[in-house]
């Protein structure tokens, strides 16, 4: 009968032992380094993209060289592996199709480019910065729903890159990082509807004329990518009205990440013009009774 050492001895000179600890010794060290990488990328690099962006790239090299350390060492089996592989193909195909088509989608989303990493989406019904995109799935930080705007709500989202192939993707940060907004402005009627013209454009422009530059070169640069038209990104004040009141709609060129600010700063930038001039008078939908006639 064997001895525990001779049992131990006789183990590990098994040729699949042997094999297997290569492997575990392998990863271990491959794990490791990596490690070490991205601790010195988290102390070194303090932009958060590039940071994001290397450790990424270090996680995926070091896949690369767990998947070289198993070729390495079953290279002498991959014939037998391969046929194993292939009466087992159609099953393992079936079960795994969401795994596959969602890998499918992060080779599609690599070699395109979008969306990315930091990219405002809407995907479906969710809606939010892109934070990470793995190889089965991507996560968004969620905007929006029981929060009013352009805000962060504290909720992540993830989706199975299969999206790619299933729904529409509205990106409003890619070739072109703005957005038009409009903010609408009732006045009464016997208001001095060119007094107030001239009021709301300066106010508009004041605040968007910085976007509005910024955005003829984006746009032109999208226009050579794209079959688009050229476009008036200067903000525009117009005018309609009916029997109610006169209402002044503002549109304006705006930062897809300043939406809710500068709509904010527009309207406390309105209130302050409005109340410098009699004349200019914000309409309600409020009642008034003008007089009644008493029967007699």
């Given at each position: 009968?064997?001895?525990?050492?001779?049992?131990?001895?006789?183990?590990?000179?098994?040729?699949?032992?042997?094999?297997?600890?290569?492997?575990?010794?392998?990863?271990?060290?491959?794990?490791?380094?990596?490690?070490?990488?991205?601790?010195?990328?988290?102390?070194?690099?303090?932009?958060?993209?590039?940071?994001?962006?290397?450790?990424?790239?270090?996680?995926?090299?070091?896949?690369?060289?767990?998947?070289?350390?198993?070729?390495?060492?079953?290279?002498?089996?991959?014939?037998?592996?391969?046929?194993?592989?292939?009466?087992?193909?159609?099953?393992?195909?079936?079960?795994?199709?969401?795994?596959?088509?969602?890998?499918?989608?992060?080779?599609?989303?690599?070699?395109?480019?979008?969306?990315?990493?930091?990219?405002?989406?809407?995907?479906?019904?969710?809606?939010?910065?892109?934070?990470?995109?793995?190889?089965?799935?991507?996560?968004?930080?969620e905007m929006g729903d029981w929060v009013e705007g352009d805000l962060y709500n504290g909720r992540i989202i993830t989706l199975a890159n299969s999206y790619v192939f299933k729904e529409k993707i509205h990106n409003y940060s890619a070739e072109y990082p703005f957005?038009?907004?409009?903010?609408?402005?009732?006045?009464?009627?016997?208001?001095?509807?060119?007094?107030?013209?001239?009021?709301?454009?300066?106010?508009?422009?004041?605040?968007?004329?910085?976007?509005?530059?910024?955005?003829?070169?984006?746009?032109?640069?999208?226009?050579?990518?794209?079959?688009?038209?050229?476009?008036?990104?200067?903000?525009?004040?117009?005018?309609?009205?009916?029997?109610?009141?006169?209402?002044?709609?503002?549109?304006?060129?705006?930062?897809?990440?300043?939406?809710?600010?500068?709509?904010?700063?527009?309207?406390?930038?309105?209130?302050?013009?409005?109340?410098?001039?009699?004349?200019?008078?914000?309409?309600?939908?409020?009642?008034?009774?003008?007089?009644?006639?008493?029967?007699?």
């Amino acid at each position: 009968m064997k001895t525990v050492k001779e049992t131990l001895i006789s183990w590990f000179q098994d040729a699949a032992v042997e094999r297997l600890a290569y492997i575990v010794i392998g990863i271990v060290v491959v794990l490791v380094i990596t490690a070490l990488i991205k601790r010195v990328v988290n102390t070194k690099i303090e932009n958060t993209d590039h940071r994001y962006r290397v450790r990424k790239a270090v996680n995926f090299i070091g896949y690369l060289l767990i998947i070289l350390i198993l070729l390495l060492i079953y290279g002498d089996r991959l014939g037998n592996l391969g046929v194993a592989l292939g009466v087992a193909g159609a099953g393992v195909t079936f079960a795994l199709q969401e795994v596959i088509v969602s890998f499918a989608g992060w080779l599609n989303i690599i070699l395109s480019g979008t969306p990315s990493v930091g990219q405002r989406v809407k995907i479906g019904d969710a809606k939010g910065d892109i934070i990470d995109i793995g190889v089965m799935r991507t996560t968004i930080m969620e905007m929006g729903d029981w929060v009013e705007g352009d805000l962060y709500n504290g909720r992540i989202i993830t989706l199975a890159n299969s999206y790619v192939f299933k729904e529409k993707i509205h990106n409003y940060s890619a070739e072109y990082p703005f957005l038009w907004d409009e903010v609408k402005v009732p006045i009464r009627t016997e208001s001095n509807h060119e007094l107030a013209r001239e009021v709301f454009s300066k106010v508009v422009n004041d605040i968007c004329e910085d976007y509005a530059i910024k955005s003829e070169k984006g746009w032109k640069n999208m226009a050579n990518k794209f079959r688009v038209e050229q476009a008036n990104v200067r903000p525009t004040v117009r005018l309609k009205f009916d029997e109610s009141w006169i209402t002044f709609t503002l549109r304006y060129i705006v930062d897809y990440k300043s939406r809710g600010t500068t709509k904010d700063k527009i309207y406390t930038a309105l209130l302050n013009e409005i109340a410098k001039h009699d004349s200019i008078t914000v309409a309600t939908t409020t009642s008034e009774v003008t007089s009644i006639v008493k029967e007699e």
